[in-house]
């Protein structure tokens, strides 16, 4: 049984080879790459150490075994990884463009990434674990992801199992209001909340990043790690703040550097590290995490984290033998 549960879509990214190159075009493409930021999550999460779960579904076709397989490698926990005949494994087209901007076509809703039933996870899997990882995402995928995400926050609450979330919701698809109301009950139930500035603003309606996060304390949250890109993260707990610094690195994909970066923060709070090592440790998974190709192709070993210049040497303590 896993400590650290992850549920949303898992899907393949094919990706245009070529800067520039929109998906308009008849032009290569690349691919496929697993994807999905939930499973970003878990397969990173693996790779640090971390005994944790991915809850969701893929297609019984190739792009859903490109999934499958690499989960295993790493060592995620399968038992509640769903394969079916329904339907067919998630799909991301994405395409790159000269400014850094990306255009995507998803294939998720109606794919196999959509299925779930929230009675499909077994409730003694929430025995024993310690964290449940919201990604966002789930919650706006459909309207039976939303109901798995809020009966796996009632046996969170039932089995002690502490909650984190990433908003990482586009508001643009649901417009504000809906987003804030679609994630009030996970943040009336969440112990760590990691946004972006941008997510802290959206969450609150506070445009002042600092009062945002400020708000999420107030509200319940008892720690706020603001994920701050190249500048490292900060982590605000009700005791104030405190501005974690980053490693510098050459940036060659963002793209699940946010996943990554979450799995690193709980893997290391797991290992009993204080929050402010967490962030560090974190900033390291991060920045490793960017300077790869692919959604899930960055996500550090913890070997290659724990290798990091400048990263102190307490914190690799923390990791026992290594
Ligand atoms: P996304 O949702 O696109 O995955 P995010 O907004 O959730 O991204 P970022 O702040 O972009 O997350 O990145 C997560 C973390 O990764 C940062 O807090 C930082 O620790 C690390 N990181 C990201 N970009 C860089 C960079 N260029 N150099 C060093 N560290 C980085
Ligand atoms: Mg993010």
């Given at each position: 049984?896993?400590?650290?549960?992850?549920?949303?879509?898992?899907?393949?990214?094919?990706?245009?080879?070529?800067?520039?190159?929109?998906?308009?075009?008849?032009?290569?493409?690349?691919?496929?790459?697993?994807?999905?930021?939930?499973?970003?999550?878990?397969?990173?999460?693996?790779?640090?150490?971390?005994?944790?779960?991915?809850?969701?579904?893929?297609?019984?076709?190739?792009?859903?075994?490109?999934?499958?397989?690499?989960?295993?490698?790493?060592?995620?926990?399968?038992?509640?990884?769903?394969?079916?005949?329904?339907?067919?494994?998630?799909?991301?087209?994405?395409?790159?463009?000269?400014?850094?901007?990306?255009?995507?076509?998803?294939?998720?809703?109606?794919?196999?990434?959509?299925?779930?039933?929230?009675?499909?996870?077994?409730?003694?899997?929430?025995?024993?674990?310690?964290?449940?990882?919201?990604?966002?995402?789930?919650?706006?995928?459909?309207?039976?992801?939303?109901?798995?995400?809020?009966?796996?926050?009632?046996?969170?609450?039932?089995?002690?199992?502490?909650?984190?979330?990433?908003?990482?919701?586009?508001?643009?698809?649901?417009?504000?209001?809906?987003?804030?109301?679609?994630?009030?009950?996970?943040?009336?139930?969440?112990?760590?909340?990691?946004?972006?500035?941008?997510?802290?603003?959206?969450?609150?309606?506070?445009?002042?990043?600092?009062?945002?996060?400020?708000?999420?304390?107030?509200?319940?949250?008892?720690?706020?790690?603001?994920?701050?890109?190249?500048?490292?993260?900060?982590?605000?707990?009700?005791?104030?703040?405190?501005?974690?610094?980053?490693?510098?690195?050459?940036?060659?994909?963002?793209?699940?550097?946010?996943?990554?970066?979450?799995?690193?923060?709980?893997?290391?709070?797991?290992?009993?590290?204080?929050?402010?090592?967490?962030?560090?440790?974190?900033?390291?998974?991060g920045a490793l995490a960017v300077t790869r190709k692919g959604p899930m192709e960055g996500a550090p070993?913890?070997?290659?984290?724990?290798?990091?210049?400048?990263?102190?040497?307490?914190?690799?303590?923390?990791?026992?033998?290594?």
């Amino acid at each position: 049984m896993p400590e650290i549960i992850s549920m949303g879509e898992a899907l393949v990214e094919i990706m245009r080879d070529k800067i520039g190159a929109g998906l308009d075009t008849p032009e290569v493409f690349t691919g496929p790459y697993p994807s999905g930021a939930p499973a970003i999550f878990a397969d990173c999460a693996a790779r640090l150490g971390g005994q944790v779960g991915y809850v969701g579904t893929v297609g019984r076709d190739d792009f859903g075994k490109v999934i499958r397989e690499r989960l295993q490698e790493d060592g995620v926990d399968l038992s509640c990884f769903y394969e079916t005949e329904e339907s067919t494994t998630g799909v991301a087209f994405v395409a790159y463009f000269p400014d850094g901007s990306r255009k995507f076509i998803y294939h998720i809703r109606n794919a196999a990434s959509g299925l779930m039933e929230p009675e499909r996870i077994p409730e003694s899997y929430f025995q024993g674990a310690r964290y449940l990882h919201v990604n966002g995402s789930a919650i706006s995928i459909n309207e039976t992801w939303r109901n798995t995400v809020y009966r796996s926050l009632e046996l969170a609450r039932r089995y002690e199992v502490q909650v984190s979330f990433d908003p990482n919701i586009r508001p643009e698809i649901l417009g504000v209001d809906r987003v804030r109301e679609l994630c009030q009950p996970i943040l009336d139930a969440v112990h760590i909340v990691f946004p972006s500035g941008e997510e802290a603003a959206m969450l609150t309606g506070e445009t002042d990043v600092a009062r945002a996060c400020q708000i999420l304390i107030d509200r319940g949250a008892g720690c706020v790690v603001l994920k701050r890109g190249d500048e490292g993260c900060s982590v605000i707990t009700s005791d104030g703040r405190r501005d974690v610094p980053s490693f510098k690195v050459n940036e060659v994909d963002p793209t699940g550097a946010g996943d990554c970066f979450d799995a690193g923060f709980l893997v290391a709070l797991q290992r009993g590290l204080d929050l402010f090592s967490c962030g560090r440790f974190a900033n390291a998974v991060g920045a490793l995490a960017v300077t790869r190709k692919g959604p899930m192709e960055g996500a550090p070993f913890l070997h290659e984290v724990l290798a990091m210049p400048g990263l102190e040497k307490e914190i690799r303590a923390g990791f026992g033998k290594f």
